[in-house]
């Protein structure tokens, strides 16, 4: 069984629609975690970073976790086009995340 | 500023064959990663450097992979003796630091190795 298991997808929703993206872990030592953006053909960009449980929101994007039940949230509201890509979420038990772990990807289009 | 650097951006080449990766990390970044993004998968991290200390090596696959880091900027990663399942897209990241999260890695947009 792998860390981090993510939904591979492919997810497709219309524009406007609100997108939730999952993962689960297994390793209760995680306290960081990330989420990122990957265009095709490109590297991974970070979206946003929390510590521990609870909520973070950056615009468009809340980030959520629930470390009771090792499984973390990503919500798009009023997706668009734009946010068509693929995206991990990471995880790392120590600050600095030398080494993060991955979630496979899930890869979202968003239909105009 | 110009962000991290990988080349070549494509490679194809015959199994056995010796490959060399090549990362140009942001300017000033002390930290280096390399991961492996294979189809369908998220990214295995193979190797980290900040730095002068020595690299952490951990998750290289196998002996045939190897990295160096010339002058604390530029990497290497090399691949001895490819094998089919060495095809994958790697992926070159710096950061400025390794100790803070609002000191992110930042990617390359990988080298796709294609191992005939």
């Known amino acids: 069984q792998k860390e981090v298991e993510q939904d591979p997808g492919p997810l497709s929703v219309p524009e406007g629609a609100i997108v939730s993206l999952n993962c689960t872990y297994s390793n209760s030592a995680f306290q960081y975690f990330m989420w990122y953006r990957q265009y095709s053909r490109k590297g991974p960009e970070l979206l946003m970073y929390t510590y521990s449980s609870g909520n973070k929101e950056d615009g468009r994007f809340t980030a959520q976790v629930d470390k009771s039940s090792k499984y973390i949230s990503l919500f798009i509201r009023d997706s668009q086009p734009s946010d068509s890509a693929t995206y991990l979420c990471a995880m790392s038990a120590v600050q600095g995340a030398q080494k993060l772990v991955f979630g496979q990807g899930t890869r979202l289009t968003i239909n105009p | 500023g110009a962000g991290v650097s990988q080349s070549p951006s494509n490679k194809v080449t015959e199994k056995g064959k010796d490959v060399e990766l090549r990362c140009d990390p942001i300017?000033?970044?002390?930290?280096l990663y390399w991961y492996r993004q294979s189809l369908g998968q998220g990214l295995e991290f193979l190797i980290y450097f900040q730095g002068n200390s020595a690299p952490d090596k951990s998750g290289l696959p196998s002996d045939r992979f190897s990295a160096e880091r010339t002058g604390g900027s530029v990497s290497t990663l090399t691949i001895q003796r490819t094998q089919q399942e060495d095809s994958a897209v790697y992926l070159c990241a710096s950061s400025l630091g390794a100790g803070r999260l609002d000191q992110p890695q930042h990617f390359g947009d990988g080298t796709r190795l294609s191992i005939l």
């Open positions: 300017s000033g970044h002390t930290a």
